[in-house]
């Protein structure tokens, strides 16, 4: 699976954007699919993740209540809506994908990276 992330920019604190992720090559219908994010000098951060068949979704702790992760299977496509963005938000966000549920949250055994899109949030 290939993927390509798009979305990212400027926005203000307490703005919000959305992140798209597309199978450029294979499909979403077999794997599990999520986001990551890393700011400048930090490690990557798991953010959400969304199973493939119960469409479970989990979220990392500094996003619950603000992101919500969806997907489209019919599209292979999948969203990261982010609301009441915070500058500490601020990173590259990369969609990832995985056949296995019990690795999707960590970044060293995941199988299915996209390139990457910034996202800054102003204060």
């Known amino acids: 699976v290939q993927l390509q992330a798009s979305g990212g920019g400027l926005v203000q604190a307490g703005g919000s954007l959305r992140l798209s992720c597309a199978a450029s090559?294979?499909?979403?219908?077999?794997?599990?699919v999520g986001w990551f994010r890393q700011a400048p000098g930090k490690e990557r951060e798991f953010v959400a993740a969304s199973h493939l068949t119960t469409r479970n979704t989990f979220y990392g702790d500094s996003v619950k209540g603000r992101f919500t992760i969806s997907r489209d299977n019919t599209k292979s496509k999948m969203y990261l809506q982010m609301n009441n963005l915070k500058p500490e938000d601020t990173a590259v966000y990369y969609c990832?994908?995985?056949?296995?549920?019990?690795?999707?949250?960590?970044?060293?055994?995941?199988?299915?990276w996209g390139q990457g899109t910034q996202v800054t949030v102003s204060s």
């Open positions: 090559e294979g499909s979403f219908n077999y794997v599990h």
């Open positions: 990832v994908a995985d056949s296995r549920w019990a690795d999707i949250a960590a970044w060293e055994r995941i199988s299915y």
